[in-house]
């Protein structure tokens, strides 16, 4: 895979993600990848799971996560940890912006 060094926002067409949440890949390369979501009031990230370990970084708005089970509300400035295999998912209650951290990347998202 050759090397990407920049990435512009401006540049970057947003995706649909799921139902109110919309995704651009901002940068990546084979063992790491960040992605800026944006959820509207009410939207939700179903709960799946996945191989890749996952922080996320609240930018805008209030979400309630559910990692493995355990429900907690976070808002600008807060994170969360994902590991490996973890069920996880998300209810946007005010309109938001986050920031998704995978290692390795996610090709699915490609």
Do not use: W
Not at 18 to 47: S, W
């Amino acid at each position: 895979m050759e090397i990407q060094n920049f990435f512009i926002n401006s540049e970057i067409p947003a995706q649909d993600a799921d139902p109110g949440v919309k995704r651009k890949v901002l940068a990546y390369h084979e063992n790491l990848m960040v992605c800026e979501l944006t959820f509207q009031t009410g939207a939700v990230g179903k709960l799946h799971t996945h191989a890749h370990e996952q922080c996320t970084y609240i930018i805008s708005g209030k979400f309630e996560f559910d990692i493995g089970g355990k429900k907690m509300i976070l808002g600008p400035g807060d994170s969360t940890y994902k590991q490996s295999g973890i069920v996880h998912g998300s209810v946007c209650l005010e309109e938001g912006k986050l920031i998704d951290i995978f290692t390795p990347m996610r090709k699915d998202f490609l």
